[in-house]
């Protein structure tokens, strides 16, 4: 569930502090380790669970990955979005066979 | 000033195929819309009593509250009977109204045959770069109770 991943990813302290670093703008994973007393490898990790919370968005840039906040959750609000759609057309498609019956009925 | 950059993400495509002709299938979709949108997705702070998609191009999308009360979704943007609607849509990601997140929601009817109609939906979600992801954040009406409300919908 997007939105629960997306709480649940900041509740760590150090996720929580990562995820600050890229309010003032995009950053490498080099950038904001040279920040934190966490290594390379950490803060990869931590990038990739707020990345799949919807949090962060990653784009590569030459060799280099460079990670930004994704403003309003637009990841999370398009997952959200994509099983909403499927749910509310299934509603329309039983509302179209709800009407052909009243117009056999007729 | 600072520089606006809209984040667009990739649309939220579907494809439904209903049973029926494509002047109905339209007619359900647009006229019906109160019959088949789910009544757990509103937007307003009371319950929604009806959802209307005004019928012409620049026509408005709302509720109408349980209290008489209204609350603006969007415009219609394209009225072509029978063949397309295109609705705006401001949403954000805690469900409520906001001018800063520009959503559109294109529907397609394709006639497949006099009785069988494929309904095409493409949803194109863009936001200006806004700093309120912080505030979303970090506020108590923010993620905590955008998950609540997202338990709410989901479970009902």
């Not at chain 1, 904001?32 to 840039?61: F, N």
């Not at chain 2, 009817?109 to 949803?123: D, G, M, P």
Request: hydrophobic residues 40%.
């Amino acid at each position: 569930m997007t939105y629960g991943n997306a709480l649940a990813a900041l509740a760590d302290p150090t996720r929580r502090k990562v995820f600050e670093r890229l309010k003032a703008g995009p950053k490498s994973v080099g950038r904001i380790a040279a920040t934190l007393p966490v290594s390379r490898p950490a803060v990869s990790q931590h990038l990739k669970i707020l990345k799949e919370a919807g949090l962060v968005r990653e784009e590569a840039k030459g060799t280099r990955r460079i990670y930004r906040i994704d403003p309003k959750g637009l990841g999370a609000l398009r997952g959200w979005l994509d099983q909403f759609w499927d749910r509310a057309l299934e509603a329309f498609r039983a509302e179209v066979d709800a009407d052909t019956k009243r117009k056999e009925n007729q | 000033m600072r520089t606006q950059t809209m984040i667009r993400v990739s649309p939220v495509k579907k494809s439904i195929r209903v049973n029926a002709s494509q002047t109905r299938a339209f007619e359900v979709f647009t006229a019906r819309f109160d019959a088949w949108w789910p009544k757990s997705h509103h937007i307003g702070q009371t319950a929604m009593k009806e959802a209307i998609i005004e019928p012409r191009q620049g026509g408005r999308w709302y509720e109408k509250g349980e209290d008489g009360s209204e609350c603006q979704w969007g415009t219609v943007l394209a009225w072509e009977p029978s063949q397309r609607v295109v609705l705006s849509w401001h949403i954000n990601s805690k469900f409520q109204y906001d001018e800063s997140v520009a959503s559109e929601v294109e529907v397609r009817f394709i006639a497949e045959s006099a009785a069988v109609t494929r309904v095409e939906l493409e949803h194109r979600i863009e936001s200006v770069d806004a700093e309120d992801i912080r505030a979303a954040v970090d506020s108590p009406g923010g993620w905590s109770s955008l998950l609540e409300h997202y338990r709410d919908v989901a479970s009902s």
